[in-house]
Nanobody, 115 residues
Framework: QVQLVESGGGLVQAGGSLRLSCAAS????????MGWYRHAPGKQRELVAA???????KYADSAQGRFTIYRDNAKNTLYLQINNLEPEDTAVYYC?????????WGQGTLVTVSS
């Protein structure tokens, strides 16, 4: 069982930046994919960004140009850098990992963007 623990959320003004972290309980170097999802009030959960084992990335249209997903294998940590935050980015952000044919989720971290 892989444990994922997110951190880095908080209250920030529009235009600001945050870096979310997702620390895994084991090496992420063999995880075939990791990603960030978000769940905003009244909306469905959506994929924000994903990073494959080979280094390929995928971003939601709303995240293009503002969000950057990357990982540090030495620290077993996945990151999401978010710049130029908008009120529409307010949501609980969840870390997701695919490994050994299974899917794992973190508990989420809340990002609130004030206008």
């Amino acid at each position: 069982q892989v444990q994922l623990v997110e951190s880095g959320g908080g209250l920030v003004q529009a235009g600001g930046s945050l870096r979310l972290s997702c620390a895994a309980s084991e090496s992420i170097s063999t995880f075939h994919v990791m990603g960030w999802y978000r769940h905003a009030p009244g909306k469905q959960r959506e994929l924000v960004a994903a990073l494959s084992l080979g280094g390929g990335t995928k971003y939601a249209d709303s995240a293009q140009g503002r969000f950057t997903i990357y990982r540090d294998n030495a620290k077993n940590t996945l990151y999401l850098q978010i710049n130029n935050l908008e009120p529409e980015d307010t949501a609980v952000y969840y870390c997701n990992a695919g490994a050994r044919g299974l899917e794992f989720w973190g508990q989420g971290t809340l990002v609130t963007v004030s206008s």
